[in-house]
């Protein structure tokens, strides 16, 4: 990182708004760390309690699924101790409206990129109420099928975001590609 | 007279306290453990512990101010179990608390609430938390 890309970065993220950004490896003590700093700063920043508990909730299941199916990426990189963890990005964003975008992004194989598309296809389309049966649904599967439908972190994100979730899948090196998704509150 | 039971709350788990002499029971702050499993487990021994005692009547307080979607599943599975000893002739009260403007677990508590015959689970919607 040169000092000219650094200023590039600053060009990037606004100064004026609410904006909290991870990158690295991401396990439940980085989620507890990180997630301590975004509710103390949420606190400052906002004043409605439940719009504060609905982006600490999505922030929750998104950096608990970096964890549960993040991987160390096409550079591998180092996860210390023995935490389950994972390589993710996640940037916290207040737009000019108002809103405040959820996004993270994790490396997927091809494998899973597949498996995945189906199930975000439905959660993309799906209706609140659609999105409140599916929970229902997922929530009283048997172990052995819980594998087989989004997981309930998906759903409690479409469900709790005010805005249909956005989700991508870009090509990266090693035929992995950069999964993220979007949530607004 | 049976034993107290009683876990402090920490950032990620909620203040849980089971009292025999009163057969109540309260839970009440923010769930989202670092190990869901091993949360519950203790929760579930602690009750079992209660009814082998022999208490025949319980009365519990959830006030969760936020729980995520794996304790959501292990909190269905906990009221499962006390539909269950419903069902055996224990009769068991729950009052689950939730912030007025929280659809996610009214619907969630509904939901749940709707598979249960014995069990007596009712809702009560809170002025903000």
Request: aromatic share 8%; charged share 25%; proline share 4%.
């Amino acid at each position: 990182m040169n000092l000219a890309k650094f200023a590039q970065l600053r060009e990037i993220l606004p100064e004026d708004r609410f904006m909290l950004c991870y990158s690295g490896y991401v396990s439940e003590s980085v989620l507890e760390a990180v997630g301590g700093t975004l509710k103390e700063r949420l606190n400052l920043h906002l004043t409605e309690k439940k719009k504060i508990k609905v982006v600490f909730s999505i922030f929750v299941e998104l950096m608990q699924n970096l964890i549960r199916y993040g991987s160390s990426g096409p550079k591998g990189i180092h996860i210390p101790n023995d935490e389950k963890a994972g390589f993710g990005m996640l940037m916290i964003i207040e737009d000019d409206d108002g809103a405040i975008s959820l996004l993270s992004g994790n490396y997927v194989s091809a494998e899973e990129k597949t498996a995945m598309e189906s199930r975000l296809e439905r959660l993309l389309v799906s209706s609140p109420d659609e999105l409140r049966e599916l929970m229902r649904d997922q929530m009283r599967k048997p172990p052995e099928l819980k594998s087989k439908g989004a997981s309930l972190g998906l759903i409690e994100i479409a469900r709790r975001s005010t805005r249909p979730i956005e989700a991508a899948f870009v090509p990266a090196a090693g035929s992995q590609y950069f999964f993220s998704i979007k949530a607004y509150v | 007279m049976g034993q107290n039971f009683f876990l402090a709350a920490t950032s990620r788990t909620p203040e849980v306290s089971i009292d025999p002499d009163t057969h109540s029971a309260a839970m009440s702050g923010e769930c989202y453990p670092e190990d869901t499993e091993k949360f519950f487990t203790e929760l579930n021994r602690a009750l079992s512990d209660y009814f082998a005692q022999g208490a025949s009547s319980l009365q519990l307080e959830i006030k969760l101010v936020y729980f995520n979607s794996s304790s959501a599943r292990a909190l269905m599975e906990l009221m499962d179990s006390l539909e269950q000893r419903a069902a055996d002739g224990a009769k068991i009260e729950v009052r689950w608390f939730h912030d007025e403007d929280d659809d996610v677990t009214k619907d969630f508590v509904e939901d749940i609430a709707a598979d249960y015959r014995n069990l007596d689970l009712v809702l009560i919607p809170t002025l903000d938390s």
